[in-house]
């Protein structure tokens, strides 16, 4: 019985997670899903705070401890004054449990009028005071920035740049790495090697002799000036060719008795056979392009041609930094590429499921 | 989508047929890598044989034909160094802090990255229920730009930011993380291995998964120990998907940049600066920009991220296929 | 493949040339916006359009980093824009389109004076550059904590030494978390470093840091014990730019040292939490209470197609209507003299606003010759970045202030022998 219960859960730590009763947990899956918790809310979080952030106004972003949840501050017209001020209960001292509202405030202390009596000003310290808050959504964090871009345009250009790049990268990385693991050939070595080699130059060492180079070959302010040196990641090659050399070449052989040709060969069996690893590509280029900065920023000085990464940062100027905007402008550009992933990441589960029985 | 892809496919076999009669088996490999190749040559080696040229020339002009050949000076001003471990002693001091500060960098965050994946990995690889969201979880903030990231911790980490927040609340009392040299330089190891973590997680796991069931259904008949289950049997077998982690993440920990840029911009003074933010620097955030220097110094680390590479390889010589 | 390559790229740059040659005549203007700058020209220059059929004008906002980075290189590469609206004004001088032929020099002479020469180097002593946004800079008081503190603020001429004791006093009193702040810019301790003595440049007129000394100890002394809000020049790294203006705005900080260009955004975040105003720049033991001047132009290139209608757009934007129409919407301190001296009805500013650019203005005179040499010498951005990251390591203690002093000297001494 123990037997076939162990047998039916696999996996490294594999007799200690076959439960000791039929269905009660064992103290490593306690341990398991705590960590897998805490991984969650460590992963998570961040995001959560910063997507909740990005419904504040520039007044609650500033205001520290800061809050969970964006609030708004209510607040009361008192005649005499042109703006509303915002509304506070004063929750100790004489004017208990009253309402007042505030005119200022510095460090420590508030001035604060009873509505009743808008000439006297009263001091208070700020613990002194509870601000009247409810939940309120700065929504016209996100509705300002469709008005001040062209935000569509740039949502296109990004998507075009990606897709387009997405696709040169693993048609080319795939054949690549195809001859790579499936062929003996004279300098298969050293084509590795130079392959590898590319993958340790940084972008930012060869920024200025590519930049002439992308020039020269008139793709200077063009999107294909960023789509053709994106496609030339060598990871790829590097990723898929370990992947490839599983597959037994007993299928290769059998096709090309068959007098399958070489690119048949590739199309029909090793493309469909390296679809998880391909998959896996395909997720990494899109994000590599999508979050692409510091390139596009030098090729690309068109505005019609802004990524949506360019726009994000176009609010900063020289001296400011508008933090509502920025961050409702980041969650924007998190949300595709967030998307892309939960629709791809199935193929992944299931890609490497299938490869799990080999 | 695979009605359109397969015309594609079968009008493309028709050259290619034609090419194999022509080259034969073994050459028409060479056909398949070409486009590959060409790619490179042009966008990514092209650069690296001007970006030589560049580092044997001075000057600020951006056009090579401009730059007057200075020799092997900038790497001189490199090598010029009292103490070769006090940069204060050395004439491009920055330089040498970047070294040593990358140096620690790697160490730190690869050591510790590939550890939780690898454990994340075998966690995930149990049988335990809502994997593929637990999966989408880890793998999930490697999706977000490295200006993202930095933003969002910067966010969390500022003086009057959550997390002094909440110590404050907790009675711990906040520090102010990002002024403290070590602090800092510790919270970007953090936010390093926060914003990669996954990716390896995803390799380390599927890795994990090829290794067949009989394997531990053998060991478990022996009643063998679950660690000597783990140092006999599954170390070995994820030998070379550990390599290709290794591999990976010390090219991109040495070439890390965007987030740290953006986190700390290098500071407090120099203590979390490094060397591809001493490149970028010199070449192009700075006045006047000396893309010799540079250039010089991007070659020193390629030459030593080369090194490195086929130590590694050379080392695991078993698990890289032939 | 690389066929496939080739011919989209020819294609690619055929569309785009003969796109060009039946559009109607394109300018591009790269600029960036502090506040509302791009948007507001935009507006003036459909009126430009208007005026002048045929002409198509685009203004590409781009990030200030790009400017800064972008823009040199792509100007060696000759694919920069028509025109663009630049920081670096000495340095980018080998590019700009001389506008002498096309303007009337009598006119800018008379109205833009002195702001003028920082476009002009060595030889080239032409008419370059509108300024189109002077600032200043100089301190922002919290007057609301002197008042709570029960402190009198120190009056005009008063020293450096006299507001920080005064500011430390009102932090005290009233647990302000700072007593003084100043942004983290070689620009913007300038001022206070001629204040102290600093001359910048030595007999020949090359840049030096001589005299840069006392300001240097001065500062990293205040940042050790407390008086300057240390986070400011230590949270950073590089030459990067950092301002203090959340926490003044925040009410954390008593005296925050920063320009002109501060008040539209004081003004919209503080409001009426609490009294801010703006008094002259301290002086120092040097005798000097001199700020810094500042701000951006818009200038045109060389190499662009259409001169005489770059050169005509600046000048359009150089009439003293449009001028004080761009200023007045903003809020800018004007370059333009005789707009100036009308006085500019800033839109939309409150009168704190008001009486803060006026008094920014005000402290104009006040700024040494040797401040305004050192805006318009073409390696102060080198120089800047320079100040930043030694002082920094100073203030985290990397390196002692000699040290910090000698290295200043040894990168300055590189950096022109590179550019020699």
Sequence with gaps: ?358 | MLAIITPIMRIIEVPMSALQRILGMKRIAWVFLAPNLILFGVFAFLPVILNMFYSVTGGDNVLLSARPNVGMRNFAAFADCGNFLDPNSCREDKFWRAIWNTSWFVTLQVGIMVAFSLLTAIILNRDIRARGFFRSVFFFPVLLSPVVVALIWKWILQREGVLNAFLDWTGIGGVNWLVDAQWAFGWSVFISVWAHMGFYTLILLAGLQAIPRDVYEAATMDRASPWRTFRRITLPLLAPTMLVVFVLALIKGVQTFDEVYAFTGGGPGTATTLIIQYIYERGFAGTPRLFGFAAAASLLVAVVLVLLTLVQLWANRRNVDG | MRNQIMKTGAIALGLGLAAGAVSAQEIRFMCYSDGNECDVYDDLLSQFEAENAGVDVIVDVVPYQAILENLPVQLAAGTGPDLAKVTDLGGLNEYYLDLTPYVDTAYWDASFGGTLDWYRVGDRQGYYGLHTQLTITGPFVNATLFEQAGVDMPGAGATWDDWAEASRAVAAATDADFPMAIDRSGHRVAGPAISYGAQYFDADGNGSFEGFGPFAEQFVAWNEDGTMARDVWASQGGATYADAAQEFINGEVVFYYSGSWQVGRMDEQVGDFFDWKVVGSPCGPAGACSGMPGGAGVVGFEQTENPEIVAKLIDFLAREEIYADASARTRNLPAHLGVAAKGVAFENASPAAQAALNAFAGDLPNVSPIAFAYQGYAGNRAMFGITVERLSQAIVGELSVEDALARMSDDLAAAMAETE
Excluded at chain 1, 188 to 204: D, F, N, Q, S
Excluded at chain 1, 229 to 241: C, E, S
Excluded at chain 1, 313 to 318: C, K, L, P, R
């Design chain 1, 1 to 358: 019985m123990a037997n076939s219960k162990s047998a039916s859960r696999v996996g490294i730590w594999g007799f200690l997670s076959a439960t000791r009763g039929r269905d009660r947990l064992h103290w490593t899956d306690w341990v398991s899903y705590g960590y897998l918790c805490l991984g969650v809310l460590l992963m998570f979080g961040p995001v959560v705070w910063l997507v909740l952030s990005s419904f504040k106004d520039q007044n609650v972003l500033d205001r520290f401890p800061p809050r969970f949840l964006p609030y708004a501050q209510e607040t009361i017209d008192v005649p005499g004054f042109d703006a509303p001020l915002p509304a506070f209960e004063v929750i100790a001292g004489d004017l208990q449990g009253q309402i007042v509202g505030q005119t200022r405030r510095a460090a420590g202390r508030s001035e604060v009028i009873l509505p009743a009596n808008p000439d006297e000003r009263i001091r208070l310290t700020t613990d002194q005071l509870r601000p009247l808050e409810g939940v309120a959504f700065a929504t016209e964090n996100y509705t300002e920035l469709f008005g001040r871009f062209n935000f569509l345009q740039f949502f296109w250009n990004s998507t075009f740049i990606t897709v387009v790049s997405t696709l040169i990268m693993l048609t080319v990385n795939s054949m690549a790495a195809f001859a790579l693991s499936k062929y003996e050939f004279r300098g298969r070595t050293a084509v590795l090697l130079l392959v590898i080699g590319t993958l340790m130059i940084p972008l930012t060492v060869v920024l200025v002799p590519l930049f002439l180079i992308v020039t020269k070959l008139g793709m200077f302010n063009s999107v294909w000036g960023v789509i053709i040196p994106g496609a030339a990641t060598p990871t790829g090659v590097f990723l898929l060719r370990q992947y490839m050399i599983t597959i037994p070449d007993e299928i290769l052989e059998a096709a090309r008795m068959d007098k399958a040709s070489e690119w048949k060969i590739y199309w029909r069996i090793i493309v469909p056979l390296s679809a998880p690893a391909i998959a896996v590509l395909a997720i990494l280029a899109i994000m590599w392009r999508w979050n692409d900065f510091l390139w596009p920023l030098i090729v690309l000085t068109r505005s019609e041609n802004f990524t949506l990464q360019l726009a994000l940062n176009s609010f900063q100027g020289e001296l400011q930094t508008d933090w509502p905007s920025l961050l409702a402008m980041t969650v924007l550009t998190l949300l595709p590429i967030a998307a892309v992933f939960m629709f791809l990441q199935k193929y992944i589960a299931t890609g490497i499921a299938s490869t799990g029985g080999k």
